[in-house]
C-alpha cells in the first residue's frame, strides 16, 4: 500500500519569504500522480499543483512549484514569495490511476502553513 | 457552476442517533467518494462508488454506509454514530480515466461537513 509523509506538521514565515514543504511518499509503482492541496480555513480543498511521475520536468503553477525526486520518492512544494493568502495546510497527496477504476488518493498528515504580517 | 455540494455543514449529534449526510454533483461524474480528516491523519477514504449502485469499501469503512442510487447522489450515512467518529467529511467526485485518456479530471471537493458526536 502506498504511504505519504509530510514531516513537518507546522510552518511559519515571513511575508515575501520563500517556504519549502517537505513530502515523502512510498510506492512500487513506476506511473503515479502526485498532488498538492490547499484547506484555508474554509476548509475547502483547493489543487494546488499536480505532477505525472513520467514528467521528469518539475510542475509550477505561478508562485508555486514542486522539486519532484522520484528515485528518492521525494515531492517537495516551494511558494515563492509567499502572501498571507497562502496561510492554510497543505496536503499531499498520491494517486495511482487505474483505467476505468477508482481515482483514489492516498494523503499525507498535512502541513499547518503561517504566513506572518 | 460545477460543483460538489454537501449538507450540512456542521452537524451535532448524540451517540446512536442515526444520521445522513448528503452529497450531491452536477457533473455527471461516475466517480465519487468520501474522506474523513482527522488532525494528523491526513484525509482518509470511507467509500467509494464507481457507478450507480456500484460501490466499494475505502480505507476506514466501519460504521458507514452509503448508497448511490443515482449518479449525482452518493449520501453518507451513519447507523449509530459513537464519538469515535466526530471528524470532518469530505465528499468528492471526478470523471473515471478510460483508456487513452490522461488525467485530466482531478477530484471535486465539496465543502465539508463538521460532525461532532456527543
Known amino acids: 500500500a502506498q504511504t505519504v509523509t509530510q514531516s513537518q506538521p507546522e510552518m511559519s514565515v515571513q511575508e515575501a519569504e520563500t517556504v519549502t514543504l517537505s513530502c515523502t511518499y512510498d510506492t512500487s509503482e513506476s506511473n503515479y500522480y502526485l498532488f498538492w492541496y490547499k484547506q484555508p480555513p474554509s476548509r475547502q480543498m483547493i489543487l494546488v499543483i499536480r505532477?505525472?511521475?513520467?514528467?521528469?520536468q518539475n510542475a509550477t503553477e505561478n508562485r508555486f512549484s514542486v522539486n519532484f525526486q522520484k528515485a528518492a520518492k521525494s515531492f517537495s512544494l516551494k511558494i515563492s514569495d509567499s502572501q498571507l493568502g497562502d496561510t492554510a495546510m497543505y496536503f499531499c497527496?498520491?494517486?495511482?490511476?487505474?483505467?476505468?477504476?477508482?481515482?483514489?488518493?492516498?494523503f499525507g498528515q498535512g502541513t499547518r502553513l503561517t504566513i506572518n504580517p | 457552476e460545477a460543483q460538489v455540494t454537501q449538507n450540512p455543514r456542521y452537524l451535532i449529534t448524540v451517540t446512536g442517533k442515526k444520521l445522513t449526510v448528503t452529497c450531491s454533483q452536477n457533473m455527471n461524474h461516475e466517480y465519487m467518494s468520501w474522506y474523513r480528516q482527522d488532525p494528523g491523519l491526513g484525509l482518509r477514504q470511507i467509500y467509494y462508488s464507481m457507478n450507480v449502485e456500484v460501490t466499494d469499501k475505502g480505507d476506514v469503512p466501519e460504521g458507514y454506509k452509503v448508497s448511490r442510487k443515482e449518479k449525482r447522489n452518493f449520501p453518507l450515512i451513519l447507523e449509530s454514530p459513537s464519538p469515535n467518529q466526530t471528524s470532518l467529511y469530505f465528499c468528492?467526485?471526478?470523471?473515471?480515466?478510460?483508456?487513452?485518456?490522461?488525467?485530466?479530471?482531478?477530484?471535486?471537493f465539496g465543502n465539508g461537513t463538521r460532525l461532532t458526536v456527543t
Open positions: 505532477q505525472e511521475a513520467y514528467k521528469q
Open positions: 468528492a467526485s471526478s470523471r473515471t480515466l478510460y483508456p487513452g485518456g490522461s488525467y485530466n479530471s482531478p477530484l471535486h
Open positions: 497527496a498520491f494517486m495511482k490511476p487505474f483505467l476505468g477504476g477508482a481515482q483514489k488518493l492516498v
